[in-house]
């Protein structure tokens, strides 16, 4: 197996203040949602479907460092970076200018008819951040979904095969082909088939649901590669497509052994190895992508989300003989590695370098799980509602579970995440039964901000323990 090669994580490093334009306090100064949140809530049932649902009612004036702003003025502490893109937080400077001066001499060419320079930088610099030492290309988009599908598309026409194997809990998009290769039904694909063909979903290395009996890595592994072989076999493969860390299906951690195992059967049998990075991608876990824990080198990396400070950048990196393969003009779009996009991936980039923001990401796993644990061990397993605390880096999450047993307790999950909202503090859930509380704070978070806020996740979930906090 190859090392990785990018970064070498060291010791967390500290979570010092980093200069902010926004005070970094949590504060409330009306009740939640305040009357102006409530009037755009108003004309928005008027003007957008309800389809298009938002986890928070209150609407966003500002935003800075690991805080939002509302429309009337309350300032929550953001655990949720928007669904894990600005990492580097909603308005770093280094962006923000980047974007201005970018925007001031063009907004648009299309790279696809007039190309530009910011556009081959993120490559370049894509090829030196993405674990492998061997020749890469780089093409550009605007969404994840895109990336996956473009990374799919690759995979087809440089192995000449067509299944495509993806896993249970995945999510990897709402087009049509990234819906077939997402898990979840509801409510990602129901009624919206037919679906594309030649998808095959494998099982899952989840720990905390195969503990008994125990399922190593290897072995959840083996059991996954069987069924390859029995169900589609190897040579009609083209590729396996995994999230490192799984996101939406509940940050899914597989066991040690397990990405390794799936991606050298891969490398034996001309199977392209797609590492989905789109959540766990850019210091999110501590490294540059999650795949660099175990050195894993994947054949192509689908990236998004943080790459570039807020801004609809996606990429897709791999290996030059793959990209290579497919025919000028078989990849593009208009807007994919639009130049403003681009300028801001380059200096959101920068921010990650200068600021060490893995090291960040490392030193906020530090923090909280520790913090996590204690909780768990004073409610104890029996009270509920903890059932297992995981993640890695920035990307962390507690599966909550009925008292005393491994049943899925999506209720409270909502609960409380609903009263962290009233205090102030905005928390994703997630996770194929719903029943997971994400934390995914800005990698700028300061340390007394997230020690605020998790101050008042641990009550809530102390409220909804059986002894009512009291034991
Ligand atoms: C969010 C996500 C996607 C889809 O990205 P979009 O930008 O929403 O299209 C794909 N894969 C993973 C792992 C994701 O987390």
Redesign the pocket.
């Known amino acids: 197996m190859t090392t990785p090669t990018s970064t070498t994580p060291g010791p967390p490093q500290s979570l010092a203040d980093l200069p902010t334009r926004l005070p970094q306090r949590r504060e409330l100064l009306t009740e939640v949602p305040g009357p102006a949140s409530r009037e755009l809530a108003q004309r928005r049932a008027a003007a957008v479907p309800s389809s298009a649902v938002s986890v928070m009612p209150v609407y966003v004036a500002d935003a800075d460092g690991g805080v939002i702003r509302d429309v009337d003025g309350n300032s929550f502490v953001d655990l949720g970076s928007g ?2 893109v600005t990492s580097v937080g909603a308005s770093d400077p280094a962006v923000v200018t980047a974007v201005a001066e970018q925007v001031a001499h063009f907004t648009h060419t299309c790279f696809m008819v007039t190309p530009y320079q910011g556009y081959i930088e993120v490559a370049e610099e894509l090829a030196r951040l993405t674990p492998g030492e061997h020749a890469k290309r780089t093409v550009l988009f605007n ?4 990336a ?1 599908e473009n990374a799919v598309k690759i995979a087809r026409l440089a192995t000449g095969r067509q299944a495509v194997v993806a896993f249970d809990h995945a ?4 087009t049509n082909l ?1 819906m077939a290769l997402t898990a979840k039904s509801m409510p990602y694909k129901t009624n919206f088939g037919p679906f594309a063909p030649e998808v095959y979903r494998m099982p899952m290395s989840y720990p905390y649901r195969d503990a008994h009996p125990k399922i190593s890595g290897k072995t959840a592994a083996k059991r996954a590669i069987n069924q390859m072989e029995k169900q589609i076999g190897a040579s009609s493969i083209a590729a396996i497509l995994i ?1 490192p860390i799984q ?2 299906g509940g940050f899914i951690v597989p066991a040690e052994g397990f990405l390794p195992t799936l991606a050298d059967w891969a490398q034996k049998h001309g199977v392209v190895f797609i590492a ?1 990075e ?3 991608g850019f210091c999110r876990t501590g490294d540059w992508f999650a795949s660099q824990n175990e050195g894993v080198v994947p054949d192509l990396v ?1 990236m ?2 943080g790459i570039a400070g807020g801004m609809p950048l ?1 990429a897709v990196t791999g290996r030059a003989e793959l990209l290579d393969a497919v025919h000028p003009g078989g990849l593009g779009g208009t807007y994919g590695g639009n130049p403003v996009a681009c300028a801001a991936a380059l200096a959101a980039i920068k921010t990650m370098k200068d600021h060490d923001l893995a090291g960040r990401a490392r030193a906020i796993e530090a923090l909280v799980l520790p913090r996590l644990r204690t909780l768990a061990d004073e409610l104890g397993t029996d009270q509920g509602p903890i059932g297992d605390i995981r993640g890695r880096g920035a990307m962390l999450a507690l599966e909550l579970v009925k008292p005393g047993t491994t049943e899925p307790d999506p209720e409270t999950t909502r609960a409380v995440a609903a009263e962290c909202l009233a205090q102030g503090v905005l928390i994703l859930t997630c996770g194929t039964y719903g029943n997971v509380i994400r934390l995914l704070p800005p990698l700028v978070i300061s340390q007394e901000l997230l020690e605020d806020a998790l101050g008042v996740l641990e009550n809530a979930l102390r409220r909804h323990s059986i002894t009512g906090g009291e034991g």
């Open positions: 669904i894990a969404s994840g979904a895109e996956v999510y990897h998009g709402r990234t999230e996101g939406e989905d789109v959540q766990s689908t998004a989300k996606s």
